[in-house]
């Protein structure tokens, strides 16, 4: 895992307890995610999930309450290993409580040079379409009581 990898950094106007919860709560993947059939934040944990016509399949690796998850991300059907990370931190500010996101997503490299759904191009669109649109809008444009854990 040598190439650069794909990094798209983003603030929430929102604390950092609700932004992990949206990144570790499966009630919350629903909204803003992808459909994920179980989620249980340890390491250990294996997940599947379908983006488009594509399965993929992950693992968790690492995990810090409210600071870091990370896991593995590979399609079972094509060779390649990567590792998806969603570091947290959590900014000062006079009008309210700020979080900093960064995901890292490494190792995109080893999947199939020849598909296009591979490049680099279109791991960057559809991470800042997750990150900057999907996710942003589940955190700040939801109201208190659509926030809430199911």
Not at 28 to 36: E, N
Not at 58 to 63: A, D, G, L, N
Not at 114 to 129: L, Q, V
């Amino acid at each position: 895992m040598s190439a650069k990898p794909v990094e798209i950094i983003e603030i929430f106007d929102t604390s950092i307890d609700k932004v992990w919860t949206a990144l570790t709560t499966k009630s919350a993947f629903d909204k803003w995610y992808f459909d994920i059939e179980t989620f249980v934040p340890e390491v250990g944990f294996d997940f599947e999930f379908y983006g488009g016509s594509y399965l993929h399949h992950c693992k968790i690796v690492e995990i810090e309450p409210t600071k870091k998850l990370v896991y593995t991300w590979k399609y079972p059907v094509y060779e390649g290993n990567s590792i998806v990370t969603f570091r947290l931190e959590e900014l000062t500010d006079e009008i309210g409580p700020q979080t900093k996101l960064t995901l890292i997503h490494e190792g995109i490299e080893t999947f199939p040079p020849d598909d296009k759904n591979f490049s680099r191009e279109s791991f960057e669109a559809g991470w800042t379409e997750i990150i900057r649109i999907s996710l942003k809008n589940y955190l700040e444009g939801n109201s208190e009581e659509d926030s809430k854990v199911e």
